[in-house]
């Protein structure tokens, strides 16, 4: 891979990913030391994560190095999706509109709640026993 890099954080639910883009690459992609698709495994997985560069048309333009840690497959894959779409938009400003029209620029900021005293989880109360 080439020095030169983009670098674009991004975040979902306790996930947080560090997503690298080296412009002039094979597409290549390297998720935590492994490759996409053995990190990945989950069919369309690595198709969703992969949107912002076919919605810009450079599937295999760029390759992609990415650090990712906390949460579950599925928040570190949209994770890993707000950070491309980030890195994409600091190479080229003119991506940005297209990006956000997909919504591919906005962090899902939706979290477990936390739990009440007294009740089972957040909302869900024990049963209620006249007698």
Do not use: C, W
């Given at each position: 891979?080439?020095?030169q890099y983009y670098e674009g954080i991004g975040r979902r639910k306790t996930?947080?990913?560090?997503?690298?883009?080296?412009p002039g690459g094979t597409g290549s992609l390297v998720i935590n030391d492994k490759d996409g698709s053995?990190?990945?495994p989950r069919l369309g997985d690595l198709e969703t994560l992969l949107e912002p560069l076919a919605v810009i048309g450079q599937?295999?333009?760029f390759?992609?190095?990415v650090h990712v840690n906390g949460g579950g497959v599925t928040g570190q894959r949209d994770a890993i999706r707000l950070?491309?779409?980030r890195a994409l938009v600091l190479m080229d400003a003119e991506l940005k509109p297209q990006l956000k029209e997909h919504k591919f620029m906005t962090r899902d900021a939706r979290e477990?709640?936390?739990k009440k005293p007294g009740l089972k989880r957040a909302r869900k109360a024990p049963t209620?026993?006249?007698r």
């Amino acid at each position: 891979m080439s020095a030169q890099y983009y670098e674009g954080i991004g975040r979902r639910k306790t996930a947080t990913a560090r997503v690298r883009i080296f412009p002039g690459g094979t597409g290549s992609l390297v998720i935590n030391d492994k490759d996409g698709s053995d990190y990945m495994p989950r069919l369309g997985d690595l198709e969703t994560l992969l949107e912002p560069l076919a919605v810009i048309g450079q599937l295999k333009a760029f390759d992609i190095s990415v650090h990712v840690n906390g949460g579950g497959v599925t928040g570190q894959r949209d994770a890993i999706r707000l950070g491309l779409a980030r890195a994409l938009v600091l190479m080229d400003a003119e991506l940005k509109p297209q990006l956000k029209e997909h919504k591919f620029m906005t962090r899902d900021a939706r979290e477990k709640e936390r739990k009440k005293p007294g009740l089972k989880r957040a909302r869900k109360a024990p049963t209620y026993t006249k007698r």
